[in-house]
């Protein structure tokens, strides 16, 4: 009998979870083997990087669409729902279609359960699931973006022929490292010997060690600011209008519908990324233009709600704040603005907070439904250090705490600001920004 998504839903969830790692590629390489080597199917881009890997990856696929070829996309983790990670012409599967792939790995799933010391994990599955889908598609390229570091990552058991490495700080510590130098090692494992790789600016020390790399494996490195860039970029209704540097041309008045230095910068690596992939050739402009007009990248500065505007973003570790805060400060006039926090038990809040404190009136302290997350009392005392007390305010439950900051920042709870013109942003994780897309009547994107 054919599961119900909802029985694939908890039969993945069930396994390991994505957080739990055993450095090894053996059960994901013996699926694939018994599935056929779906990873071979296709040619693959493959992204690592410690923020804006999902963004760069859906900019990929778009101008790889414009280019009339068909697309697999993997991405991780989901705002909310599974089926985001798996996209085919870059529309997520549908329910029916998601469940038959996972019936089609199942049975040969069980048969490398039942052969190893540990059971296969739910981003080893989804992943077998993902290259399983664009083998069967079939697809003409496959973007493909890690879980977690590079090396051991299961995405790895593809040879990728571009892979993309954006800027690496520290996330993760506990499982990749403490210092970018150290977690730049196992991102580095995605480079494969031959490759091309599109590398973001990076510090002194990260760069070494992707040049290192590059030049033992023969892969040719085109590095930002050197052989690809941002030429030019000002604000636009919107977004932003940008003038990028191609590795083969220069690509100018490109609208970009996304707010952010650091979007201009995610376009300017999947701009090379292409390029790279079909042949280091220039690209028609016409079409790089109508694929970056229509990107989108949920839960990355969405605005979900106008007057008061409310803001989405994902940010989840002290870079990505600091990229969401300039990138508010840029493209948005709030006065006041309000944040809706909730964070990961595993992630640096106090950094984070840090970051937020100059640039929120307020902070309302919330958590998300995951049993990862912070408790709310535990980032409410980290928020209360930081802001003092009276600019904290806790909501256990999201919806309440979106309530109370939509009232804030309309001036119902005695802001002395102009009715109108204040804000809301909502981020610290990935969870929480899809839990509150969701309250939102955001679908699945």
Known sequence: MTPTYAEVERALLGRWPETRLEPSLDRITALCRLLGDPQRACPVIHLTGTNGKTSTSRMIDALLRGLDLRTGRFTSPHLQSMTERICLDGEPLPEDLFVDAFADIAAYAQIVDDSSEHPLSYFEMITAMAFAAFADAPVDAAVVEVGMGGSWDATNVADAQVAVITPIGVDHERYLGDRPEIIAIEKAGIIKPGSHVVIAEQEDAVMDVLMRRSIDVGAIALREGVDFGVNHRVTALGGQQVSLQGIAGAYDDVYLPLHGAHQAHNAAYALAAVEAFTGSKQLDP????????????????????????????????????????????????FSPLIGVVGVMADKDAEEMLRIFEPFMAEVVCTQNSTDRAMPVAELAELAGDIFGDERVSVAPRLDDALERAVAMADGGEGGDDAIGSGGVLVTGSVITAGEARMLFGGRPT
């Open 286 to 333: 016409e079409i790089v233009r109508e694929a970056f007009a229509q990107v989108t990248s949920p839960g990355r500065l969405e605005v979900v709600r106008r007057s008061p505007t409310v803001l989405l973003d994902a940010a989840h570790n002290p870079h990505g704040a600091q990229a969401t805060i300039a990138a508010v400060q840029e493209a948005f006039a």
